[in-house]
């Protein structure tokens, strides 16, 4: 059975950095690409970053280009976001996703999420 758990979510002010992980269980984690996708208050899905398996290439939306960095540890089936310089708007709920996410398809498969509030 395939398991995403994220963490490392909280209160931060703006300006202020965060890093979520995401541990994975139940699939050959180094084979696949992984994400993070992102839900804030009244809105939809929306992909943040994607991690490819093997070339290892990193993509990112526009909201989260030079402020976020998505990593993995595919010896220990971690998935990580480095969140920095946060704003107000980056207030979600954050998910790991097993897959590429993109602008136009978010994986069905996620975790259950870790809530990430920019307030001060």
């Known amino acids: 059975e395939v398991q995403l758990v994220e963490s490392g979510g909280g209160l931060v002010q703006p300006g202020g950095s965060l890093k979520l992980s995401c541990t994975a269980s139940?699939?050959?984690?180094?084979?696949?690409?992984m994400s993070w996708v992102r839900q804030a208050p009244g809105s939809g899905l929306e992909w943040v970053a994607a991690?490819?398996?093997?070339?290892?290439?990193?993509y990112y939306a526009d909201s989260a280009e030079g402020r976020f960095t998505i990593s993995r540890d595919n010896v220990k089936n971690i998935l990580y976001l480095q969140l920095d310089s946060l704003k107000t708007e980056d207030t979600a709920m954050y998910y790991c996703?097993?897959?590429?996410?993109?602008?136009?398809?978010?994986?069905?498969?996620r975790g259950q999420g870790t809530q990430v509030t920019v307030s001060s």
């Open positions: 991690h490819n398996a093997g070339s290892g290439s990193r």
């Open positions: 996703a097993k897959d590429r996410a993109s602008a136009v398809w978010i994986p069905p498969l």
């Open positions: 139940g699939f050959r984690f180094a084979d696949y690409a």
